[in-house]
């Protein structure tokens, strides 16, 4: 069964940071792309950063320069390093990994910003 379980969301104030961590298993992600998507109430889900399999890395332009998506192939494991966070910034953050023929989601986990 293929999972994909987010941790490491929580509360924190404007201008500190927080590290989001994904475990991927049930199959090989190497060939994925593993990234991160947001969504606040009675809005669209929001695309926030991707790592590609050849190592590149993708940012919406609302969190380029603050945030940073890595991944561990041997761990399976996507990372979100977000920096200088901001009220805005608040919202429920899902792990996603995406080929041309899957995508899986995990959970979501809430991320709370204090002014």
């Known amino acids: 069964q293929t999972q994909l379980i987010e941790s490491g969301g929580g509360s924190v104030q404007e201008g500190g940071s927080l590290r989001l961590s994904c475990i991927a298993s049930?199959?090989?992600?190497?060939?994925?792309?593993l990234g991160w998507f947001r969504r606040v109430p009675r809005k669209a889900r929001e695309f926030v950063g991707t790592s590609y399999p050849n190592g590149t890395t993708d940012y919406s332009e609302s969190v380029k320069g603050r945030f940073t998506v890595s991944r561990d192939n041997a761990k399976t494991t996507v990372y979100l390093h977000m920096d200088s966070l901001k009220p805005e910034d608040t919202a429920v953050y899902y792990c996603?990994?995406?080929?041309?023929?899957?995508?899986?989601w995990g959970q979501g986990t809430q991320v709370t910003v204090s002014s």
């Open positions: 996603n990994a995406n080929s041309a023929r899957r995508d899986y």
């Open positions: 049930g199959r090989t992600f190497s060939k994925y792309a």
